[in-house]
């Protein structure tokens, strides 16, 4: 049934560009038996440039699996996956449009996602639209050991680091994707880029997703998701993990969204965090011996994922303790469109009392905001190194 509504959910999304039926990037589950001059490719290791008869005909003294293909020659499973050195950016496909990226399928061989930076360039352009560490585009930000099981409309994750992308991808006369190694050692990255070449409607936006982080907030300050952005488009997800710091409850920071023009006040203000992604009441449910517990949950179009769960009794109230949490929010049935700005905060906040009120929190933050917008996009700001991408180890005090 997910499998379904992946499709139609997809399809939904293909209505945002407009245009002609037969030129919808991707299919509804009720119009696949019909015809259409879209011509399927894929690109991958076994088939590096998807042309039309290029799959499996690596030589075997050529493939990176040569030594275990050695027996079955050409024509086997020669080539299937690429090796990434360290330092080093390596183009994983390209092709000539016009035609829409329907799904990328990604595994990394080493556990640490954000050592490994994803980039995708549209018709020919220098600066990338897309320029996010591999798992946080995937929402996996934690890395491939603690990467949730993600069952939504346009985002998948399963079992075993399988990492894959549904967001439509529409390109008019190129695409390129690239991905660069900053980490320590070599890394065989095994993928698959599926796109068909077929008509691109004349309103079809490009695709953008742009990362941003900060150790810590000042309190009373609020942390930047999206800013800077300039020319019509529509916002339609967004990937956030959050560090709380201090005891208790932290997600109560309202989201906001000021467009086209907006100063001090936004358009669109949501009421906390764990509401705007689709969850209520701090994620909690009793357990059989009615003790609350944090719930995790994989939707069509909100998730909510705890990295190191803690004892809601003893250790969720403790001092000097870190908790990490990933969310994500796609707006497929509901996107926020801007006529010529955007930008997206979220704020840090939780409770405290005798007498209970509010309390500003100094938590940390990563996000990745995807948007479709017609180029060219203003420029992103600089990633963090390498080192400051890393997670730094956990505080995690025992109960005394």
Same mark, same amino acid.
């Given at each position: 049934?997910?499998?379904?509504?992946?499709?139609?959910?997809?399809?939904?999304?293909?209505?945002?560009?407009?245009?002609?039926?037969?030129?919808?990037?991707?299919?509804?589950? %009720?119009?696949?038996?019909?015809?259409?001059?879209?011509?399927?490719?894929?690109?991958?290791?076994?088939?590096?440039?998807?042309?039309?008869?290029?799959?499996?005909?690596?030589?075997?003294?050529? %493939?990176?699996?040569?030594?275990?293909?050695?027996?079955?020659?050409?024509?086997?499973?020669?080539?299937?996956?690429?090796?990434?050195?360290?330092?080093?950016?390596? /183009?994983? *496909?390209?092709?000539? *449009?016009?035609?829409?990226?329907?799904?990328?399928?990604? $595994?990394?061989?080493?556990? #640490?996602?954000?050592?490994?930076?994803?980039?995708?360039?549209?018709?020919? @352009? /220098?600066?990338?639209?897309? @320029?996010?560490?591999?798992?946080?585009?995937?929402?996996?930000?934690?890395?491939? #050991?603690?990467?949730?099981?993600?069952?939504?409309?346009?985002?998948?994750?399963?079992?075993?680091?399988?990492?894959?992308?549904?967001?439509?991808?529409? +390109?008019?006369?190129?695409?390129?994707?690239?991905? @660069?190694?900053?980490?320590?050692?070599?890394?065989?990255?095994?993928?698959?880029?599926?796109?068909?070449?077929?008509?691109?409607?004349?309103?079809?936006?490009?695709?953008?997703?742009? +990362?941003?982080?900060? #150790?810590?907030?000042?309190?009373? $300050?609020?942390?930047?998701?999206?800013?800077?952005?300039?020319?019509?488009?529509?916002?339609? %997800?967004?990937?956030?993990?959050?560090?709380?710091?201090?005891?208790?409850?932290?997600?109560?920071?309202?989201?906001? +969204?000021?467009?086209?023009? #907006?100063?001090?006040?936004?358009?669109?203000?949501? $009421?906390?965090?764990?509401?705007?992604?689709?969850?209520?009441?701090?994620?909690?449910?009793?357990?059989?011996?009615?003790?609350?517990?944090?719930?995790?949950?994989?939707?069509?179009?909100? %998730?909510?994922?705890?990295?190191?769960? $803690?004892?809601?009794?003893?250790?969720?109230?403790?001092?000097?303790?870190?908790?990490?949490?990933?969310?994500?929010?796609?707006?497929?049935?509901?996107?926020?469109?801007?006529?010529?700005?955007?930008?997206?905060?979220?704020?840090?906040?939780?409770?405290?009392?005798?007498?209970?009120?509010?309390?500003?929190?100094?938590?940390?933050?990563?996000?990745?905001?995807?948007?479709?917008?017609?180029?060219?996009?203003?420029? +992103?700001?600089?990633?963090?190194?390498?080192?400051?991408?890393?997670?730094?180890?956990?505080?995690?005090?025992?109960?005394?």
């Amino acid at each position: 049934m997910r499998a379904i509504t992946r499709i139609v959910g997809a399809a939904l999304a293909a209505m945002t560009f407009g245009g002609a039926a037969n030129a919808a990037p991707a299919p509804g589950v %009720g119009e696949l038996y019909r015809m259409s001059d879209a011509v399927s490719r894929s690109i991958s290791p076994e088939n590096l440039t998807g042309e039309k008869g290029q799959g499996a005909r690596i030589p075997v003294e050529k %493939g990176s699996a040569r030594d275990a293909a050695q027996d079955l020659g050409t024509g086997w499973k020669v080539n299937p996956f690429v090796i990434i050195f360290p330092g080093n950016r390596l /183009t994983l *496909g390209e092709a000539e *449009g016009p035609g829409v990226i329907n799904h990328i399928w990604m $595994t990394l061989g080493q556990p #640490d996602y954000r050592s490994y930076i994803l980039r995708i360039y549209w018709d020919g @352009e /220098t600066t990338p639209s897309v @320029e996010v560490p591999v798992g946080d585009f995937f929402a996996s930000g934690f890395g491939r #050991d603690a990467a949730p099981v993600i069952d939504s409309a346009v985002v998948a994750v399963n079992s075993g680091s399988g990492l894959n992308s549904f967001w439509q991808m529409p +390109f008019r006369k190129k695409f390129r994707i690239e991905i @660069e190694n900053r980490g320590k050692a070599p890394v065989p990255i095994y993928y698959q880029i599926n796109y068909a070449l077929q008509p691109v409607p004349k309103d079809a936006a490009y695709l953008h997703a742009q +990362f941003r982080m900060v #150790d810590r907030l000042k309190p009373k $300050t609020d942390f930047t998701i999206l800013d800077g952005v300039k020319g019509q488009g529509h916002y339609v %997800g967004t990937y956030l993990t959050h560090s709380a710091f201090s005891p208790g409850w932290w997600g109560e920071g309202e989201v906001k +969204f000021y467009m086209d023009g #907006d100063t001090d006040h936004p358009t669109i203000n949501t $009421t906390g965090e764990e509401d705007y992604f689709l969850g209520s009441y701090g994620y909690r449910r009793p357990d059989a011996q009615k003790k609350l517990q944090e719930v995790d949950f994989s939707s069509l179009y909100a %998730g909510f994922h705890v990295f190191n769960k $803690t004892d809601m009794w003893t250790e969720y109230y403790m001092k000097d303790r870190e908790r990490r949490i990933g969310e994500y929010r796609w707006h497929i049935l509901d996107p926020v469109r801007f006529k010529s700005d955007l930008k997206v905060t979220i704020q840090a906040i939780g409770w405290q009392g005798p007498p209970v009120r509010y309390l500003p929190l100094d938590d940390g933050f990563s996000s990745v905001a995807y948007w479709y917008q017609a180029e060219p996009h203003a420029a +992103f700001p600089a990633l963090p190194d390498d080192a400051t991408l890393a997670w730094k180890p956990l505080k995690t005090p025992k109960p005394k």
